[in-house]
């Protein structure tokens, strides 16, 4: 079973700049297969979609949501995933969540492994 660990959240001023990491845990003697892995901002009470995505085969999708400040990006000899954010709103603050799924994902509810989620928050 595959596990995905999140980190790099905390507390930075709007206008501020954060890279969030996540870690593809594999279990030993897995075989890769094709697989997605996206970032999902979760706060109370918003609505929040799918921001970015990334497949096995390095197609990357940064959405339209954020307006181009932030970008997804991978590394595949490390089973790593990042998102860069940059220009960061208050309207960032978030429990960002790295999801994981077996094949070329787009909706969220295909994503079957969550991490334990990165917190930040966007605050002068």
């Known amino acids: 079973q595959v596990q995905v660990e999140e980190s790099g959240g905390g507390c930075v001023p709007p206008g501020g700049a954060l890279i969030l990491s996540c870690a593809q845990l594999?279990?030993?003697?897995?075989?890769?297969?094709?697989?997605?892995m996206a970032w999902y901002p979760q706060a109370p009470g918003e609505q929040h979609k799918l921001i970015a995505t990334?497949?096995?085969?390095?197609?990357?999708n940064d959405g339209d949501s954020t307006k181009g400040r932030f970008t997804i990006s991978g590394d595949n000899p490390k089973f790593a995933v990042y998102l860069q954010m940059n220009n960061l709103e208050p309207e960032d603050t978030a429990v960002y969540y790295c999801?994981?799924?077996?094949?070329?994902?787009?909706?969220?509810?295909?994503?079957?492994?969550w991490g334990q989620g990165t917190q930040v928050t966007v605050s002068s």
């Open positions: 594999q279990p030993s003697g897995m075989r890769l297969s094709r697989h997605t």
């Open positions: 990334i497949t096995s085969v390095g197609s990357a």
């Open positions: 999801v994981y799924g077996q094949g070329y994902l787009r909706r969220l509810a295909d994503f079957t492994v």
